[in-house]
């Protein structure tokens, strides 16, 4: 188990150091800020290579995965869709996996893609965040999650990316990159709620949206859960979407990092335009924890959780006061810290699919 843990808390070490370096050494021409790409690379690189070389018995679904492999590879598509349901984005991984060799193809290339696209997104506000921090909140409680929700990790990745395109007001290719990410995880359609945030004539995302977060998210669980559910038939969904109930307590741990970002919001929305958006996906998450229960599953978080990965960075970078910065610095570092041991690590759950973690040629 000590093996296992250097492995892990290595590698969220190692690309955050690298992550300090890329950021560092950044160039900048015509406004324009470039990680130093060595740096980058070597940063990306070291979580892919733990999480696609790992053996099929770490992590959620490993095995799961590895016969629905088999499956498509042995049969022809419209046999395979016959009896079973993948979006056809990652059918077509598994086949690609197939032409390279064998599956651990495949856990290679999807952990490929999650991670650059959630790369790309970061470095997206490269000049106006602290990168290291932002790679270390992201390796420390994210990144070990989709060690097994492969299909759903890069579906995250690709809406990670997308949000700059709500950002920049071109609704088209949001849209378009959403669709992308269905065909790898249907859930993704989710993320169509953000083109609900409006802005007012000067940029600025109107405080409006809070009163729609706050309505649209449970209406649209609510519709899901009444007009969608009743048809679904696969095995698959269906054990996604036993309701529980209306309210889900869980949301009050989330509680204190709103106080600490409605702290900051004005001051910051003046300083950085973009904080505001990303505040309203971490409401939009918090809103979201609450009424999870009404749908019954609460992976729907998984495509706002991303924003915390901006908000500390944005209040590290801009703000001038050392005493705010260090402490900020040290509340990040140990929510990650206590986030990481307990969600996936320690008595978690996902803990007994972690360890030990093995390479995928040792059995």
């Known amino acids: 188990m000590v093996y296992s843990y250097v492995i892990y808390f290595g590698v969220v070490l190692l690309s955050t150091f690298f992550a300090f370096l890329a950021q560092y050494f950044a160039k900048t021409n015509d406004l324009k800020t470039t990680p130093n790409p060595f740096f980058y690379w070597i940063s990306l690189l070291s979580l892919v290579l733990v999480m696609g070389l790992r053996s099929m018995s770490v992590g959620v679904d490993g095995t799961n995965y590895y016969y629905n492999y088999l499956k498509a590879n042995s049969m022809d598509l419209f046999t395979y869709y016959q009896n079973h349901i993948t979006e056809p984005g990652f059918y077509l991984l598994y086949k690609l996996s197939f032409l390279l060799g064998n599956h651990q193809w495949l856990f290679v290339i999807a952990a490929f893609i999650t991670v650059l696209f959630f790369y790309k997104a970061i470095c997206y506000q490269i000049d106006k965040i602290s990168f290291p921090l932002a790679i270390f909140i992201f390796a420390s409680t994210q990144y070990f999650y989709y060690f097994g929700i492969m299909r759903m990790g890069i579906a995250v990745a690709i809406i990670a990316y997308a949000y700059k395109y709500i950002l920049e007001g071109n609704n088209k290719k949001y849209i378009l990159w959403v669709i992308v990410a269905t065909t790898f995880h249907y859930s993704a359609l989710f993320a169509l709620v953000v083109l609900f945030f409006n802005k007012n004539k000067n940029g600025f995302f109107k405080k409006e949206n809070i009163l729609k977060i706050a309505v649209i998210i449970p209406l649209g669980f609510l519709a899901v859960r ?49 904080f505001q958006f990303y505040y309203f996906l971490f409401l939009a998450k918090v809103v979201t924890e609450l009424f999870s229960p009404i749908i019954g599953t609460g992976r729907m978080v998984w495509y706002l959780n991303f924003s915390i990965c901006f908000l500390f960075p944005i209040i590290l970078k801009i703000n001038n006061d050392k005493k705010i910065k260090v402490l900020i610095l040290i509340i990040a570092i140990l929510y990650s810290a206590f986030y990481s041991y307990n969600a996936y690590f320690g008595d978690s759950w996902r803990g007994q699919n972690m360890f030990p973690y093995k390479l995928f040629y040792i059995t």
Request: hydrophobic letters at 50%.
């Open 226 to 274: 009444f007009i969608i559910f009743p048809f679904l038939t696969a095995d698959r969904y269906a054990g996604y979407v036993e309701s529980s109930g209306v309210f889900d307590i869980g949301f009050i741990t989330t509680l204190p990092l709103l106080v600490i970002f409605s702290f900051f919001y004005n001051r910051l929305t003046i300083a950085h335009p973009h």
